[in-house]
């Protein structure tokens, strides 16, 4: 099976902008470009329905929040290695 082909919000905009040009067909957008004329037409129904929120990303602000808990946990783990290092140098070190 086919991996599905992701496209960035920029492109997005700027292929809904293209089509929405006088005197321009979404086919004749669309065949240059390689993707479907009924693709294109969703993204212009959703710019035309959403303005500039019509393509938000594709991550969820959940899997960003995940990840951004992820990188701070990875930090304090480190944090927490380094200091009980430290404790047991200068444990050491005073006796």
Not at 8 to 13: C, G, H, L, V
Request: proline share 4%; glycine share 8%.
């Amino acid at each position: 099976m086919a991996s599905r082909r992701k496209f960035s919000d920029e492109y997005e905009r700027e292929t809904v902008r293209l089509a929405t040009e006088p005197g321009v067909t979404k086919s004749q957008v669309a065949g240059p470009l390689g993707i479907n004329a009924n693709l294109l037409g969703r993204w212009c129904k959703d710019f035309l329905a959403n303005g500039n929120a019509a393509f938000p990303g594709h991550g969820k602000p959940r899997d960003e929040e995940m990840a951004s808990l992820t990188r701070e946990l990875a930090r304090v783990k480190k944090d927490r290695v380094f200091f009980k290092e430290a404790a047991s140098f200068f444990a050491r070190e005073s006796k």
